[in-house]
């Protein structure tokens, strides 16, 4: 939870959670309060309501989560083209100069939400790499199809 509480504040996020958050292993899921009086054994549960994010070393939002905070005029976005867009799915880094928009103002150690025209495509972190600032790639929607094809 002390994750999910420290990425929301790092993406300048205002979002608050009024229902319940429930722990399954190292994934977060909201659900309703009145939904909790039907659960009776909580350790055979493997998912329930809105999945959020998981915690492996550090906070990996979900894409519905992502999605609901890009809706937010305060949070910390910034804007790139087509071309970086798919070069940050497929999981690369985006460096300073393929940014066309940011706001607000790029300041190393923070997260912004990448943005392309409307859609969020994940999450990048400002970081400097040999004194040239980049948006080191945190998690993208990509990730799911990568994960995916491990598998096969």
């Known amino acids: 939870m002390r994750e ?6 790092n993406i300048n996020s205002s979002m608050l959670i009024e229902k319940e958050i429930i722990k399954i292993n190292d994934k977060r899921f909201i659900i309703n309060t009145e939904l909790l009086n039907f659960i009776k054994d909580r350790s055979r549960l493997t998912y329930i309501g809105t999945f959020i994010g998981r915690t492996k070393k550090t906070w990996n939002p979900s894409t519905i989560l992502l999605e609901q905070i890009a809706k937010e005029d305060k949070t910390n976005k910034i804007w790139v083209n087509d071309e970086t867009a798919w070069l940050f799915v497929c999981g690369r880094d985006i460096f300073i100069e393929n940014i066309l928009k940011s706001s607000p ?10 943005m ?5 495509l994940g999450v990048a972190r400002a970081d400097t790499i040999k004194n040239k600032i980049i948006m080191n790639n945190i998690f993208d929607v990509g990730d799911f199809l990568r994960r995916e094809k491990k598998l096969e």
Request: hydrophobic share 40%; glycine share 4%.
């Open 4 to 9: 999910y509480e420290e990425f929301l504040k």
């Open 116 to 120: 392309n025209n409307n859609d969020c």
């Open 105 to 114: 103002q790029i300041m190393l150690g923070l997260h912004y939400l990448v």
